[in-house]
């Protein structure tokens, strides 16, 4: 947040309309500009988005739901909103995302689709996940709450077949405060998620007051209050003009970082330059090897935030979350990898408003506290 964004709101609560209006309009066609696909809806959050596209997809409540043990809990959750069952496929150590040599092997007659997660940023190997689909006549949906600015080629995660679901929460790389994008390719998947956002209705309060006429609401199917307003979306708007800015300087302290850590013995990096892949670089993430340190992965956490770097974790895997194993029978040992990158993950400040110094200054740190609990000189 900077002046920008303050006098973009201001603008806004100066103006006559606060709502949902002329703003959220404007940025929504940004959005969809800026990721080359054909349509999307501004929603309230990610959440909304995901849960849209599993009612946009016909999930019913006698179906399964392929998707990662390692990501936010809000990635099951929503299938379960839908009284479908989620279903995971552990992960790939070196990428943190799902691992799609496994994904066919969790198909059943009830499979109805794959939720993917771009974990960190990262994204997933698509072209084998939309294989599988397509062999199995199954949906995807791509949870791209970390990967706005992400690109497979030259495209951007978003415009491809599935639909897409970004995030713009306080944390994101593009930040609303709130809010969440649903991005399509298919325009009639778009337009019922824009009924869908505002309890089902046929025209909301913008186009009335646009209209200058009685319009009256229709109800055509039941709906949710997912929209979003011109408040938070002129700070978006501000933010997406600066988004390739942030994510180079992203790039670069992540260069930085790599070079420090990738020297460093027990310690693991994703994987995130890959030929044909633009990670986001939403997170920076170190996997430890708890063999080669005294102390386990939440001392070394406490460390760092001692010393004024304020690590955390992302995440413990949801089959480990009380809902899900008392719900589903869930135990440790069912998800060998995501546990053991769930237990000894953290993530380090990564920020465009960081100055270089200061990304040194945390990869220098983070290197002393890393060889200071190594159980041989690293």
């Not at 349509?39 to 995901?50: I, Q, V």
């Not at 988004?243 to 992540?254: N, Q, T, V």
């Not at 400040?349 to 506290?369: F, G």
Request: charged residues 25%; glycine residues 6%.
């Amino acid at each position: 947040m900077g002046s920008d964004e303050r006098r973009a709101i201001e603008a806004v609560l100066r103006s006559n309309w606060i709502g949902f209006g002329n703003e959220s309009i404007k940025f929504e066609r940004e959005l969809v500009d800026y990721l080359g696909v054909k349509d999307g809806a501004l929603l309230n959050s990610c959440t909304a988005a995901l849960h849209l596209a599993l009612i946009l997809n016909g999930v019913m409540p006698s179906d399964e739901i392929i998707t990662t043990p390692l990501t936010f809990a809000a990635t099951a959750n929503v299938v379960l909103y839908m009284g479908a069952k989620p279903v995971f496929v552990d992960i790939k150590a070196d990428t943190l995302n799902i691992d799609e040599d496994k994904i066919e092997k969790a198909i059943t007659p009830k499979t109805k689709g794959i939720i993917v997660v771009h974990f960190g940023g990262l994204p997933c190997n698509m072209r084998a996940i939309n294989r599988i689909a397509r062999k199995h006549n199954i949906f995807v949906v791509e949870d791209a709450a970390h990967a706005i600015g992400a690109r497979i080629g030259n495209r951007m995660v978003g415009d491809s077949s599935n639909i897409t679901c970004f995030s713009f929460y306080a944390n994101k790389n593009l930040t609303t405060a709130d809010g969440g994008f649903l991005a399509s390719n298919d325009s009639s998947k778009i337009k019922r998620a824009k009924i869908l956002r505002l309890h089902g209705l046929s025209n909301d309060a913008w186009d009335r007051f646009r209209k200058r006429d009685i319009l009256i609401n229709e109800v055509v199917e039941l709906g949710y209050k997912y929209n979003i307003n011109d408040i938070v979306s002129a700070m978006g708007r501000v933010q997406l003009r600066r988004l390739e800015k942030s994510l180079s300087i992203r790039e670069r302290y992540a260069r930085l970082y790599d070079a420090v850590f990738s020297k460093i013995e027990g310690v693991s990096l994703q994987s995130k330059f890959q030929d044909g892949y633009r990670h986001s670089l939403h997170l920076y993430t170190l996997v430890l090897d708890p063999e080669r340190f005294k102390v386990g992965r939440d001392e070394i956490v406490r460390a760092l935030r001692d010393n004024g770097i304020f690590a955390v974790v992302h995440y413990k895997p949801i089959h480990l979350h009380k809902l899900y194993r008392e719900k589903f029978g869930y135990e440790l040992g069912n998800f060998l990898c995501a546990e053991r990158v769930g237990s000894n993950i953290l993530t380090l400040p990564l920020l465009p408003q960081m100055s270089q110094r200061q990304a040194q200054n945390i990869a220098s740190v983070t290197r002393e506290i890393l060889q200071g609990y190594a159980k041989r000189s690293l």
